[in-house]
């Protein structure tokens, strides 16, 4: 692969609804290039970013993976995200290190959940984007209904820069809205020809709508406008790709993947439009140890800084690490500084991936995505610096999990295993956590879905050798009580020397928080000030197990009242014990009730509905 300038290169993250055809388009978009031999197929499995065993046997995408490819002088880093919000944390990754996106829209699915929520990651983020509307070789596609759909959701600031051409009822080719030219399919060539006179109103109605657009861009170009002048070619575009930048237009292509129809105008669009790295000018960052905020330049001889936006853990390669440059060349050989483990490493061979494909590098310079083997202290979210100016880069924010499972072994010592799959696992996914519960003695995996366990217990399997049973996890129940009473406890064993003595009077009473709230009201010195620790660490101690069922106690709150003590036999071991005592008459009298657990769930509808 050729060596490219910061102005050259592209990051593209292709999102979507689930099958909406991001996978597709980048097997056309690689194909078009000339560096595969054979468009593969999702429901073969064949298909360069959809390499994973789990990917090819669900037929959808899991990972997000990046796909370079060479288009007119430029490189272009395609991301292929997953469409499911099972797997949104693969997603946040590739959005982590993207400028810009294409968002696909079905011709005849239109507008769904995972539409309006790449809309949103992109808009929450500033990032420029084009909408791709796919697959209008489909029965029933429908482009316009569509469109109308786009800009009803998202606003007039979607812009149509392509309509399809439908003769038969079969999509045939493209009219080009902003050179006002008509394009036929034919075969394996692409012919120019006459704008179809059926659909000439249409095509006017939209370019004087796209050129208003260009209008607002710049106001030499809206006096222009007002004054009833012609843009040229040049003013046209500039203004397209400065709206585009700066989010007021959103533009709207075509096409149909599958057949590569309507793709490569839609890699000439990315390099036309959307950004390079070098439209940033500079990256934030902190400087590594304090919070002061340092810029630097988006350049090949800045010092270097790399975020690490993914992991993955190869049983027999081992872990390979993903990460982009921001600023500066990182070269093999070199040793680079984690400023989030603040521990340096050593880097082997750089390489650039196209899916599962690992191609050597001699470099990677800023605005470039990578990756490298075998790093010992390095995971997903931390910064490699320079040793000399460290610096740690924003970490990308991932969603909590929001359904826990119990695991056990099938197989009786197997437990190894598994603790050392869920850790390799843990460390390619942020958004699958772990724990071992000692109080209801199971071990528990945490994920985004259903499904997303469920890939994870099959890659437990293909990766680990290792088969694991899914049940419920056990109820963590909590105990509390209802009432306010006053118990008394004492520990008296005295039969001759050196014996103990502890007495005490506790009111216990419903508390307002979950926590243990220990006060003392002691008068007159009836228990001296020295035990008062000893009497809160007994009553810490024992609210681990309630009255009722065993379970911790919760919202209790203890007063200690009153007491006596003995000048040689009492102790803190004494008063330790005459407060357990009294904490369990106290809480036989007051009403123990058993608490379940609750859960706050916060639904969102659109006003639409």
Request: proline residues 5%; charged residues 30%; aromatic residues 8%.
């Amino acid at each position: 692969m050729k060596d490219y300038t910061i102005s050259k290169l592209r990051n593209v993250c292709l999102l979507g609804h689930g099958g909406s055809g991001k996978t597709t388009l980048a097997e056309a978009m690689l194909f078009n290039t000339g560096v595969l031999d054979r468009f593969g197929k999702v429901p073969d499995g064949t298909t360069t970013t959809d390499f994973d065993p789990e990917e090819i046997k669900r037929k959808i995408s899991i990972n997000t993976a990046i796909a370079p490819c060479e288009w007119k002088e430029h490189k272009i880093n395609v991301i292929d995200t997953p469409g499911f919000f099972d797997f949104i944390g693969e997603l946040k990754q590739g959005l982590r290190v993207a400028e810009s996106a294409v968002i696909l829209v079905p011709a005849k699915g239109g507008v769904a959940v995972g539409t309006e929520k790449s809309w949103k990651y992109t808009t929450d983020n500033s990032m420029p984007k084009m909408f791709y509307i796919s697959k209008l070789d489909e029965e029933n596609a429908d482009y316009f209904e569509v469109f109308d759909e786009l800009v009803q959701t998202f606003g007039n600031k979607v812009i149509a820069f392509q309509i399809p051409i439908i003769e038969s009822e079969k999509f045939t080719g493209i009219v080009d809205i902003v050179n006002m030219k008509a394009k036929r399919y034919e075969k394996d060539k692409i012919v120019e020809t006459d704008i179809p006179s059926d659909m000439s109103s249409k095509v006017t109605e939209l370019r004087e709508t796209l050129i208003e657009a260009v209008a607002e861009t710049d106001e030499e170009l809206i006096e222009k406008y007002f004054s009833g002048e012609e843009f040229t070619q040049e003013e046209i575009n500039k203004g397209l790709r400065h709206g585009i930048l700066e989010g007021s237009i959103v533009p709207v292509l075509c096409g149909a993947a599958i057949n590569n129809l309507g793709v490569k105008s839609i890699m000439d669009a990315i390099i036309e439009y959307l950004p390079s790295p070098a439209d940033l000018s500079v990256v934030k960052a902190k400087e590594a140890g304090s919070d002061e905020t340092v810029e630097l330049r988006i350049s090949e001889d800045e010092s270097l800084s790399a975020l690490v936006f993914k992991t993955i853990a190869d049983p027999f390669v081992g872990k390979i690490t993903f990460f982009r440059v921001y600023s500066g060349t990182m070269t093999p050989d070199s040793v680079l500084y984690n400023s989030t483990t603040e521990k340096t490493e050593k880097i082997g061979q750089l390489f650039v991936l196209r899916g599962k494909k690992q191609i050597p590098v001699d470099k990677l310079i800023a605005g470039d995505i990578g990756g490298v083997t075998k790093l010992q202290n390095t995971n997903t979210n931390d910064t490699l610096s320079d040793t000399s100016k460290p610096v740690v880069l924003d970490k990308i924010i991932f969603p909590e999990p929001s359904i826990t499972l119990a695991i056990e072994p099938k197989s009786k010592g197997d437990e190894e295993k598994i603790s050392l799959g869920l850790q390799r696992l843990q460390e390619e996914d942020p958004t699958f956590k772990v724990e071992i519960n000692s109080e209801v003695r199971q071990t528990l995996i945490s994920g985004v879905g259903e499904q997303h366990i469920d890939v994870i217990v099959s890659k437990l399997k293909s990766k680990f050798g290792v088969s694991v049973n899914l049940i419920d996890p056990k109820i963590p129940y909590r105990e509390t009580i209802k009432k306010k009473v006053k118990a008394e406890g004492k520990h008296k064993k005295q039969t001759g020397g050196h014996g103990q003595y502890g007495h005490v009077w506790v009111e216990f009473e419903p508390g307002e928080t979950e926590e243990l709230i220990f006060e003392e009201k002691i008068f007159g010195g009836a228990v001296p000030r020295q035990y008062f620790p000893a009497v809160e660490k007994g009553l810490r101690e024992s609210i681990e197990k309630g009255v009722l069922a065993g379970y911790p106690v919760v919202n209790l709150k203890a007063i200690l009242v009153d007491g006596s003590f003995h000048p040689v036999d009492s102790s803190e071991m004494a008063f330790k014990i005459a407060a357990s005592l009294a904490y369990k008459k106290g809480l036989e009298e007051a009403s123990p009730a058993l608490l379940e657990p609750i859960m706050h769930v916060e639904v969102n509808v659109p006003d639409t509905y």
